[in-house]
């Protein structure tokens, strides 16, 4: 079925560094871009950013721009989040989600979401 | 940054009654809102985009409206699964920072 399915989550300390990845299956990836969400414990939803279908281009949220930085690799359908010097404020669980087409603002299929626990 | 505020910040309804969820942005977005619908443990699910359009399979007693700065998402005939947290988020900027609101939390009581 058409799904995308994070991994990667984990512990980390600040200032380090921590990558996401984002597996799809069931549709034909290279014709959708990706998103990334976030969401901290007990808060709400923070869009992190986008990639487009063909990697061409990527933007982000100004509370992650310049730290994380996103990549696909559509011959193995996936998207990887690398998130750099990170901070407490970074903790959350961190969705993809597809784009309903190729630059679509709109996100229609989340995973389940990995978690991103930055603690000393 | 297009600011999306929400209200309330909590909701609670009767079964069979109507909701009636508000959210405001900081400029005007023309129609460029969509909804989503997150239950306890899971991921957001779309419900409406162009402020008024239903995504696949959303039963229509989900609907939106709304232009400009003021948006609406009312929910009729409430059901005990609609309990949920419901955010808008506004898709109108450029570069893209699409900007969630901070959510409105619905109880069926």
């Known amino acids: 079925q058409v799904q995308v399915v994070e991994s990667g989550g984990g512990v980390v300390q600040p200032g380090r560094s921590l990558r996401l990845s984002c597996t799809a299956s069931?549709?034909?990836?290279?014709?959708?871009?990706i998103h990334w969400v976030r969401q901290a414990p007990g808060k709400g939803l923070e869009w992190v950013g986008i990639i487009w279908y063909d990697g061409t281009e990527t933007y982000y949220a100004d509370s992650v721009k310049g730290r994380f930085t996103m990549s696909r690799d559509n011959s193995k359908d996936t998207v990887n989040l690398q998130m750099n010097s990170l901070s407490d404020a970074d903790t959350a669980v961190y969705y993809c989600a597809r784009g309903t087409y190729s630059t679509s603002p709109l996100m229609d299929v989340w995973g389940q979401g990995t978690t991103v626990i930055v603690s000393s | 940054e297009i600011v999306m505020t929400q209200s309330p910040a909590t909701l609670s309804v009767s079964p069979g009654e109507r909701a009636t969820l508000s959210c405001r942005a900081s400029?005007?977005?023309?129609?460029?809102v969509a909804w989503y619908q997150q239950k306890p443990g899971q991921a957001p699910r779309l419900l409406i985009f162009g402020a008024s359009t239903r995504a696949t399979d959303i039963p229509a007693r989900f609907s939106g409206s709304g232009s400009g700065r003021e948006f609406t998402l009312s929910i009729s005939s409430l059901q005990s699964e609609d309990s949920a947290t419901y955010y808008c988020?506004?898709?109108?900027?450029?570069?893209?920072?699409?900007?969630f609101g901070q959510g409105t939390k619905l109880e069926i009581k």
């Open positions: 988020q506004q898709y109108s900027d450029w570069p893209p920072r699409h900007t």
């Open positions: 069931g549709f034909t990836f290279s014709n959708y871009g």
């Open positions: 400029q005007s977005i023309s129609i460029n």
